[in-house]
């Protein structure tokens, strides 16, 4: 049975799913910074997953990234699965602009995180709603 890992659970906020992956939102107003994860058991590496696995994954990383390039308005995608802290195999999905806090460094451990408000969370999760609209269903939403 497919668990999030501890320290995600702690540092981000759910979303919703795509077929494969939960989204989640690490919780950092610095930066519009999601995070996919397979709902799959122990799983920490890219090829452990099958290979329908691996390009679904692949998919909704893609889509992902292209989407929220437009709408965010990013400079620069940040698409990264490193797993030294957090095992579970999780993807990164940064927005970058010219402007953040960290630019053009990476994100890591450069500024203390920002959480968001309920405020933010409620204008961020509207805006994609806009945008996600196929094969993914939110957090709380009916099935």
């Known amino acids: ?16 799913d795509f ?5 989640l939102l690490m919780n950092d107003s610095n930066y519009p910074w999601f995070i996919l994860v397979p709902r799959r058991e122990e799983v920490s590496e890219l090829f452990q997953l099958d ?10 990383t893609t889509l992902l990234a292209e ?14 699965a490193l797993g030294n802290v957090v095992s579970q195999l999780h993807m990164h999905v940064i927005v970058r602009r010219r402007d953040d806090v960290a630019w053009p460094a990476p994100v890591w451990g450069k500024h203390p995180a ?3 408000s309920d405020e933010q969370v409620s204008r ?5 709603r806009l ?6 269903r ?3 939403d009916q099935a």
């Open 51 to 60: 290979a329908a696995d691996q390009r679904q994954f692949w998919h909704e």
């Open 19 to 23: 077929p494969l992956c939960r989204l």
């Open 67 to 80: 989407t929220l390039k437009d709408t965010f308005a990013a400079d620069k995608m940040n698409v990264a």
């Open 114 to 116: 920002q959480p968001y």
């Open 138 to 140: 939110f957090a709380g």
């Open 1 to 16: 049975m497919f668990a999030l890992d501890s320290r995600l659970q702690q540092d981000c906020l759910q979303i919703g």
């Open 124 to 128: 961020l999760t509207e805006k994609l």
């Open 131 to 136: 945008v996600l609209t196929e094969d993914f």
